[in-house]
C-alpha cells in the first residue's frame, strides 16, 4: 500500500519501499524473518506485475525482471545472516563473561579464607601447644602393633586433625592395578565404591606414586579433593584420600597438614607390619598365609569394631573344606588380598571379606562355585 501511495512521487522513485522493509525486518529479527519478508515482498512484486499487464512467461523469460527478485533474497539473507552471527557472538561473549566471573568469584572466596585462616592454620602447624599437643597425641594414638589397628587410629587422627569427616583408606595390591578400601569415615560407606581402578585415576595416581598430594583443583567429578600415599621400599601400599573439602580447606596450608598426617601413618604402619612379619610364626600356621586361631580372633575382633563404628563391613564364611593347603589353593586367585583366611581352634576354617555385606556377597559366592567350594555364612567363629 505504501508503494502506492509513493510510486508517483519524484523523490521516491530512488528508494524502494519494499527493500527498506525487507532490510528492517532481517536486521531487527535475523535470517529466517529476513528470507520470509524477502519471499512475501516477492509475492507481492509478482503480483504489482500481474497487475500492469506482465504474464508469467514474460516475467519468467525476461532476465532483468529477475533482478528485483534476487536483490530481495540476497538483502534478506545478507542482513538476516550478519545479525545472527552478531547475536551469537554477543551471546558467546556472554556466557564467556559469566563463566570467567564465577571463577573470579569462586577464586576471590578461596583468597579471602585463606586469608582469614591463615593465622589459624599457622598456629596448628608452628606456633601453639594445642598443635603440638595433637600432633603428640596422633603419634601416641599410631602405636597399634597391627595393620588393621593402625586403620582405626590413623582414620581417627585424619578426621580430627583434619577436621574432616570423608576421609577414606585404600589399601593398594602389588600389581598397583587395585585400590582396595579398608576403612572410611561412616558418611561414605555406603556412597563409596569398595574397589577402584588405579588408572581410571590419570594424574591422580601419577602424582601420589612420585610422593606428591594430589589436589583436585579442577573439581573432577568421581574424584576426591586431595590423595597421598603410604610407601614401603619405593611402592606405594595404600591410599589415603579427601573425598570433599570445604572453601576454606582449600590452601596449601591443609596439604601440608595433610602431607605430614600421610608421613605419619606411613611410619605406624610400617612399624606395625615389620611387627607381625616378626609374629609370622605366631600369626601363620607353618608354610601358609593362613591365620592361627587367635590372630582370627584379633582380626575379627577388629572388623566387628569398625562394623560397629560404620566405618567398615564383613562376612565370615564358614569353609567345609578343612585341610588348610587345599582350601588355600582353591581360594588362590579369587579372593581380594585384603580378604583373610583363618582356622578356629577345632581346625574349622573360616574366610573373612572384607568391605563385604549380605547383598555383595554374592559376587564372591559365585566364584566359590566355580572353584566347588562349599561354606555356610556365620556370625561367629565356632
Known amino acids: 500500500m505504501l508503494t502506492n501511495f509513493t510510486s508517483d512521487s519524484v ?33 507481492a512484486l509478482i503480483r504489482e506485475y500481474s497487475l500492469i499487464g506482465v504474464s508469467a512467461v514474460q516475467l519468467f523469460y525476461v532476465i532483468e525482471n529477475w533482478l528485483p527478485f534476487a536483490v530481495y533474497v540476497m538483502a534478506g539473507t545478507i542482513t538476516g545472516y550478519v545479525r545472527d552471527q552478531k547475536t551469537k557472538e554477543i551471546e558467546f561473549s556472554n556466557k564467556e563473561y559469566e563463566l ?31 598443635s603440638f599437643g595433637k600432633i603428640f597425641d596422633a603419634v601416641q594414638k599410631l602405636e597399634g602393633e597391627r595393620p588393621e589397628d593402625i586403620f582405626i587410629d ?7 586433625i ?13 600389581g598397583q592395578r587395585f585400590g582396595r578400601l579398608i576403612i572410611c569415615s561412616g558418611a561414605l560407606t555406603e556412597s563409596l565404591a569398595k574397589s577402584i581402578r588405579l588408572e581410571d585415576g590419570g594424574d ?12 583436585n583443583m579442577e573439581l573432577e567429578e568421581e574424584k576426591p579433593m586431595y590423595a597421598g600415599g603410604v610407601f614401603r621400599d619405593g611402592q606405594i601400599v595404600l591410599l589415603l584420600t579427601v573425598q570433599e573439602a570445604k572453601t576454606g580447606q582449600l590452601g596449601m596450608d591443609y596439604v601440608n597438614i595433610f602431607h605430614i598426617l600421610c608421613g605419619l601413618v606411613q611410619n605406624a604402619f610400617l612399624k606395625a607390619l615389620r611387627y607381625e612379619e616378626l609374629q609370622e610364626e605366631e600369626n601363620y600356621i607353618s608354610g601358609t598365609r593362613v591365620l592361627r586361631p587367635k590372630r ?15 566405618t567398615a563391613d564383613y562376612v565370615l564364611l564358614r569353609l567345609e573344606e578343612k585341610n588348610v593347603d587345599a582350601a588355600q589353593s ?5 579372593v581380594r588380598t585384603s580378604d583373610r583366611l583363618g582356622a578356629g581352634e577345632d581346625g574349622t576354617l573360616y574366610l573373612v571379606l572384607v568391605q563385604a ?15 566347588e567350594i562349599s561354606y555356610e555364612i556365620v556370625e561367629k567363629v565356632n
Open 154 to 160: 590413623g582414620l581417627a587422627v585424619l578426621e580430627d
Open 100 to 130: 570467567l566471573r564465577n571463577k573470579y568469584i569462586f577464586l576471590n572466596d578461596v583468597h579471602q579464607n585463606s586469608l582469614q585462616n591463615k593465622s589459624e592454620y599457622k598456629r596448628q602447624i608452628l606456633g601453639f601447644k594445642d
Open 330 to 334: 582353591s581360594l588362590s586367585g579369587i
Open 357 to 371: 555385606n549380605l547383598q555383595s556377597v554374592g559376587i564372591v559366592e559365585e566364584r566359590l562355585k566355580t572353584r
Open 162 to 174: 583434619l577436621q574432616n569427616n570423608s576421609i577414606a583408606i585404600y589399601s593398594v595390591e602389588a
Open 204 to 215: 591422580m595416581f601419577e602424582t601420589v606414586t612420585e610422593g606428591g598430594i594430589w589436589r
Open 296 to 310: 582370627l580372633k584379633e582380626f575379627l575382633k577388629v572388623q566387628e569394631e569398625m562394623k560397629r563404628a560404620g
Open 11 to 43: 523523490y521516491f522513485q530512488y528508494v524502494d519501499v519494499r527493500l527498506f522493509f525487507i532490510v528492517i525486518v532481517a536486521t531487527v529479527w535475523g535470517l529466517r524473518c529476513g528470507i520470509v519478508a524477502a519471499v512475501l515482498e516477492c509475492l
